[in-house]
T-cell receptor
């Protein structure tokens, strides 16, 4: 089982709709969770992080965390063509091993 | 604040040659990471430094890869000799402390081994 799993996509969403990106992780002791956006040929850029169960909102982005189900999601409301990118889920290990482990990413395409 | 600086931006070498990448982290960031990102995959941690000490190098192929961070600031990642499967983007990232608020990545070095 991979440590961090994402559906590689591609995920196509009409402009203005809600894009939903999902991620599951294997280490139940994981502490914090990150979403990065990566445009083609560019480096990853941090969008959001979340530590606690529930929702965290930042503008058009909402991160959702369910530790019992070991599940993290990212919702993008009012999707724009500029949101077309690969979205990487990253998980920070429990104390003693502070590295971020990344999933393979989900490629999102917003259709005008 | 200035971002994470990396050079070169691109590098093409033949297999069995050697190559080195340089990274300068954000000022004040004690933790520095080197990640390898193969096309279509997520970044994979190669090595993590805290100041100038190695915290994690469990996934670094030590028979051919080496890294150092002198004086706890700049870092260099070296591959010698390179193999075709080393073709990837090498990303340097830094964080303040243990990265509780995520990392900031540099622009990366795209390595092609032919």
């Amino acid at each position: 089982q991979k440590e961090v799993e994402q559906n590689s996509g591609p995920l196509s969403v009409p402009e203005g709709a809600i894009a939903s990106l999902n991620c599951t992780y294997s280490d139940r002791g994981s502490q914090s969770f990150f979403w990065y956006r990566q445009y083609s040929g560019k480096s990853p850029e941090l969008i959001m992080f979340i530590y606690s169960n529930g929702d965290k909102e930042d503008g058009r982005f909402t991160a959702q965390l369910n530790k019992a189900s070991q599940y993290v999601s990212l919702l993008i409301r009012d999707s724009q063509p500029s949101d077309s990118a690969t979205y990487l889920c990253a998980v920070k290990a429990p104390r003693g091993n502070e590295k971020l482990t990344f999933g393979t990413g989900t490629r999102l395409t917003i259709i005008p | 604040e200035a971002g994470v600086a990396q050079s070169p931006r691109y590098k093409i070498i033949e297999k069995r040659q050697s190559v080195a990448f340089w990274c300068n982290p954000i000022s004040g960031h004690a933790t520095l990471y080197w990640y390898q990102q193969i096309l279509g995959q997520g970044p994979k941690l190669l090595i993590q430094f805290q100041n100038n000490g190695v915290v994690d190098d469990s996934q670094l192929p030590k028979d051919r890869f080496s890294a150092e961070r002198l004086k706890g600031v700049d870092s260099t990642l070296k591959i010698q000799p390179a193999k075709l499967e080393d073709s990837a983007v090498y990303l340097c990232a830094s964080s303040f402390g243990t990265g509780n608020y995520g990392y900031t990545f540099g622009s990366g070095t795209r390595l092609t081994v032919v």
